[in-house]
């Protein structure tokens, strides 16, 4: 059955769910998109009138917004209607690593797939698509599809048809926009022709067909956990070399740069740092780590547990690093933290290195003045609380702030660290930040952003990752 399409419904309406809809309906104006989502806060956020108040933060995405919400591009908690009226639905719920039960810490939550296929299941009429959007373990179209099909068969829901079709999601976030309006490549899982061929129809309005891979549904599911795992290694990978570079006086960009001129290996995500953060990278590989368990490939699940251990090594040390230079004691001493998001041009924290450098610096004692330009200061407490068996969260707020800009940050403070790659890190003034810090000053530079021979000759001591101690 060859469907035309005129109403599609998202259900989610995160990081991954607002900006692609966003983009899909700046590009198929003939379509009706709606977003839904069980959180009626976000999708009154989503609504707000002031832009600014959207609640995510990514270039380029209030524009859209701005043009297409109201024409053909809606956000609404009315998810029974939304559905109802749906040809073809995106499932682009969070899928967070389970907490409790089997494979705790490892396999992936499914609770909030499984609910939104209900969803679809109870409200949806006639022939549906069904995309998987959100990135889910191999065989997940197994699950939704008995889910369906349970309700296919009773008796109230009968003249219900579903296909069900694999379409991962490859954006980053900061660059979502730029990476969904010219992606790499928009893969389509699926074994019905018709249905991969009417989704395709829709990405081919502004997506190049030979950026189109079409494969069958494990294929696809399994590709979008695997490229998150080579993106994690990779950066796993350059960050064991940051060590070994500070120990052989060899400098880890000069590394990067050599290695990557490769073009069998490439530049790319070369660049050492506090460890990777985000919501995926260590979901991803822990999902991953379990499937490969699941299928008794135990040596397979240890290389890539490794990936996952490096990065907490990096980030713990890091925190001993800073601990170790300010001569083993941070008692009574401000260190100033320059950057909060797990990335540049994001407001999001989740995973952030900031958070565990940050809880190991609070756990010796000192006091943190935090600056970050778009992460919100309940945002930070909301992740530094959540250390409740060393300190409650009472306790807690009493050792950090949140400042309005990186000066004020920076006054009276002993330390600064970067841990944030903004841009507007690299321009700062660094002779008026030496001249309000207290002395001796240090900056421990995990982002290769500040210049380190000139903080060096204005005063400062400087240690940069993967490049050690400059004086
Ligand atoms: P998110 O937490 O930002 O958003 C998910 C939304 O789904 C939430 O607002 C939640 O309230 C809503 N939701 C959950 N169950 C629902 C239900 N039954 N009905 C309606 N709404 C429901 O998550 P995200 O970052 O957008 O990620 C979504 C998926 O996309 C995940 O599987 C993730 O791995 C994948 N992904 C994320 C990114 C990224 O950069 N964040 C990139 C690619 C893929
Ligand atoms: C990542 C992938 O890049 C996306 O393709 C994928 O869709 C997404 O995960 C997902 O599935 O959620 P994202 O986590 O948003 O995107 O951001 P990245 O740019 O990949 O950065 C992840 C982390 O790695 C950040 O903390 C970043 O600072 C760090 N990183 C990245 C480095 O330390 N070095 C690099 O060279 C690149």
């Given at each position: ?45 989503w ?21 297409n ?70 065989k ?91 993106l ?27 290695v ?50 490096l ?90 702030e949140?400042?309005s ?7 009276n403070?002993?330390?600064?660290v ?5 841009v ?23 982002r ?24």
């Amino acid at each position: 059955m060859y469907k035309e399409i005129k109403k599609i419904c998202c259900i989610g309406a995160g990081y991954v769910g607002g900006p692609t809809m966003a983009v899909m309906a700046a590009n198929n104006p003939d379509i009706k998109f709606t977003v839904v989502d069980i959180n009626k806060q976000k999708i009154n956020l989503w609504n707000s009138k002031d832009l600014d108040e959207l609640p995510i933060y990514e270039p380029g995405l209030s524009e859209l917004i701005k043009k297409n919400r109201g024409k053909n591009l809606f956000f609404s908690s009315d998810i029974e209607s939304s559905i109802e009226n749906a040809d073809m639905i995106f499932i682009s719920v969070n899928t967070p690593t389970k907490t409790k039960g089997f494979g705790a810490g490892f396999a992936s939550d499914l609770k909030y797939v499984e609910s939104s296929a209900k969803e679809v299941a109870k409200y949806s009429k006639g022939h549906t698509i069904v995309v998987e959007k959100s990135t889910l373990p191999v065989k997940t179209a197994l699950t939704i599809k008995s889910i369906l099909t349970a309700y296919q068969e009773k008796g109230e829901h009968k003249g219900k048809s579903f296909d069900i079709l694999s379409n991962p999601e490859f954006l980053a976030e900061g660059t979502a926009i730029i990476n969904l309006q010219n992606p790499d490549r928009v893969l389509i899982g699926g074994d019905n022709k018709n249905s991969i061929e009417t989704l395709k129809g829709i990405y081919m309005n502004w997506v190049d067909e030979c950026k189109i891979l079409t494969t069958d549904l494990w294929s696809s599911e399994l590709s979008k956990l695997i490229s998150n795992a080579f993106l994690a290694q990779r950066i796993s990978s350059i960050n064991s070399i940051s060590a070994l570079c500070e120990a052989t006086e060899a400098n880890i960009s000069n590394v990067s740069k050599a290695v990557g001129m490769d073009k069998r290996i490439g530049s790319e995500f070369l660049n050492a740092g506090p460890g990777f953060g985000g919501s995926c990278f260590k979901k991803d590989i822990s999902n991953l780590i379990y499937i490969c368990k699941h299928y008794g490939l135990e040596d397979v699940a240890r290389y890539w547990e490794n990936v996952i251990l490096l990065n907490k090594w990096q980030q713990r040390r890091i925190s001993k690093i800073i601990v170790d230079k300010l001569f083993g004691n941070l008692s009574d001493k401000r260190i100033a933290i320059f950057g909060f998001a797990f990335k540049s041009d994001t407001n999001d924290t989740r995973e952030s290195p900031a958070i565990n450098i940050c809880r190991d610096l609070l756990d010796e004692g000192c006091f943190l003045s935090i600056y970050d330009p778009k992460v919100s200061s309940s945002q930070i407490k909301r992740e530094l609380s959540l250390h409740e068996n060393v300190r409650n969260s009472d306790q807690n707020n009493l050792l950090w702030e949140k400042n309005s800009n990186l000066y004020e940050a920076a006054k009276n403070s002993d330390a600064l660290v970067v841990l944030t790659d903004w841009v507007e890190f690299k321009s700062a003034d660094l002779k008026k930040i030496f001249n309000i810090m207290n002395y001796p000053s240090w900056i421990f530079d995990t982002r290769d952003i500040i210049n380190p021979e000139e903080a060096s000759s204005i005063g400062f001591n400087i240690w940069k990752l993967g490049n050690g101690f400059y004086s």
